[in-house]
């Protein structure tokens, strides 16, 4: 890159950061052919002392993590310690039998079909600001009776998985997963500035305060209850991942280990899952991207890398209402401009057909599209962009989404393994009587519901009131706000209204059955 280049590009990322001065912020990292062409940081690392980000910041990367501890394994598989075809249980006995046919690739690709702990406990009334214990997420996980899907068949996120390969990692080295991490490969890679950290109470040097919006343009200091493992426990910064990418472009591990966390596989039936190792692996502006997303209540991760550039963009924030993945795409076209690789950006769509509600009652799915372009599944956002063929797809890392624009009152989405589901408008009606208790095993949980309130009652803790919202006589959704997002859980009742099937993000088809008619 040339002089005026990386000028031009300095002065975009400075524009693009600029508003961030007085509030918390991001820092950004741009590396070519083994140089770290920016470094860039603009916000405060805390609020209360005014402190603002510096080179030396560090954050939680959350589940940008994941690609490390995929890492991990792979080194475990040279030395000749595992496989990574082993069933987990050949490492991990204690896991239930319902786990027997799950292999640690089937983990380390997302699609083992294990719900996801997060996800468990919240249905139960515990958000991420709850005191959670590292047995009581094992007993979340040791409590399931069924799956998702069938391993391999399909493709959906999940941070027990991680946690699982952690274990793994923890058990058949013999260390502790920050040791293993730390000795085979941050103190190798010059990686004196990252460090798995379990335990979020203790200090950090380094690490800033992430928070999140309140209000009109106020801020709250997020809170952080659960411990962390192989799926999101690390604390990096910019420099550190930026050696990390070089790493991973010239083979700093050796034996083809990079290109072995970055290589796809098939679902079983025989379409592509672009989930790799820990790693996403998608088509943008005609270009191979390699990405990993990070969230965590305050923090946010972009870490995206183009190979046959050799480059690599890093956004790191403490400002949860930031985006940093579209910040790293701006970030990668500015550093791309003039190159002939990168395509023109597919041309806009009219989605105003889209803007709504909508259902899909084959899947006990519901869906919300903003004027703006922003859906929403089970509460999450993501914006809508258009995609080559035509339709709209995700602005979101390791989220197959693809719709057609609707047709009347139908609109066709595509999403993991082919998947495809017809999606009807819907409008809220009267929601069904369903005043009583329901009890849900796999959750060792109840939801006491009466009228349109929902008071779930976990192992941990008793959760605030939800509301039910119905887009029919069987199809409801049930309100979960977090600490991330407005989130929601999808149900379906049964004929005999007798059980609910609910559908969560990263946990579908739980069961509840009622015990009572009455609270």
């Known amino acids: 890159m040339r002089d005026l280049d990386l000028l031009r590009l300095e002065r975009r990322v400075g524009l693009m950061l600029a508003p961030l001065v007085e509030q918390p912020g991001a820092a950004v990292g741009v590396t070519r052919d083994g140089v770290l062409l920016l470094r860039r940081s603009v916000g405060l690392a805390s609020m209360e002392l005014h402190l603002p980000l510096g080179v030396t910041s560090c954050f939680r990367i959350a589940s940008v993590s994941k690609q490390f501890t995929c890492a991990a394994i792979l080194l475990l598989e040279r030395d000749g310690l595992l496989r990574v075809t082993d069933p987990v249980r050949q490492h991990l006995p204690e896991l239930p039998e319902s ?30 600001a709850t005191p959670v214990t590292e047995a009581e997420l094992d007993a979340a996980i040791a409590r399931q009776e069924t799956l998702n899907f069938t391993p391999g068949s399909r493709f959906l996120y999940s941070n027990s ?9 923890e058990r058949v080295s013999g260390q502790r997963l920050a040791s293993f991490l730390d000795e085979r490969i941050f103190q190798p890679m010059g990686m004196t500035r990252t460090h798995h950290t379990p335990d979020l109470a203790e200090p950090v040097r380094g690490l800033v305060t992430g928070y999140l919006p309140h209000g009109q343009g106020g801020f709250v200091r997020a809170q952080h209850g659960f411990p962390l493992g192989g799926e999101g426990g690390l604390v990096s910064c910019v420099e550190d991942l930026a050696l990390w990418a070089r790493s991973l472009a010239v083979g700093g591990l050796g034996g083809g280990l990079e290109a072995a966390l970055e290589a796809t596989t098939a679902f079983n039936n025989g379409v592509v899952n672009r989930y790799a190792l820990g790693l996403d692996v998608e088509s943008w502006r005609g270009l191979r991207v390699v990405s990993h997303g990070g969230l965590w209540p305050g923090f946010k991760t972009a870490f995206l890398r183009v190979p046959e550039k050799q480059l690599a963009v890093i956004v790191i924030a403490n400002n949860a ?22 395509a023109p950006a597919p041309p806009a769509l009219d989605h105003a057909a889209m803007t709504g ?125 977090s600490a991330l997002y407005e989130g929601w859980a999808d149900a379906v009742l049964a004929e005999d209204g007798q059980s609910l099937v609910v559908n969560a993000g990263r946990a579908r088809g739980l069961v509840f059955t009622r015990s009572s008619r009455g609270c």
């Open 161 to 169: 998985g991680f946690r699982l390969l952690g274990r793994v990692i």
């Open 99 to 128: 786990l027997a046919s799950i292999t640690l690739d089937h983990l380390m690709r997302n699609s083992s079909g294990l719900r996801d702990m997060l996800e468990l406990l919240r249905l139960g009334g515990a958000d991420l």
């Open 321 to 342: 209402s930031l985006d940093p993945h579209h910040m790293a795409l701006q970030v990668l076209e500015a550093a791309l401009d003039g190159d002939p690789a990168l």
């Open 357 to 481: 509600s909508w259902l899909c009652e084959a899947d006990g799915l519901s869906l919300d599209v903003s004027a703006a372009g922003v859906a929403r599944m089970h509460g999450v956002p993501f914006a809508l962009v258009p995609a080559e063929d035509g339709r709209m797809t995700a602005r979101r890392g390791a989220f197959p989404f693809r719709a057609a624009l609707p047709e009347g009152e139908t609109m066709a989405v595509e999403f993991d393994a082919g998947h495809r589901a017809v999606f009807r408008r819907a409008t809220p009606v009267t929601p069904p009587a369903l005043d009583g208790v329901w009890h849900c095993r796999e959750l060792a949980a109840e939801w006491h519901i009466s009228g349109q309130a929902v008071r779930a009652l976990g192992p941990i803790r008793r959760g605030p009131d939800w509301g039910i919202t119905a887009f029919g006589p069987r199809h409801l959704r049930i309100a979960m706000p």
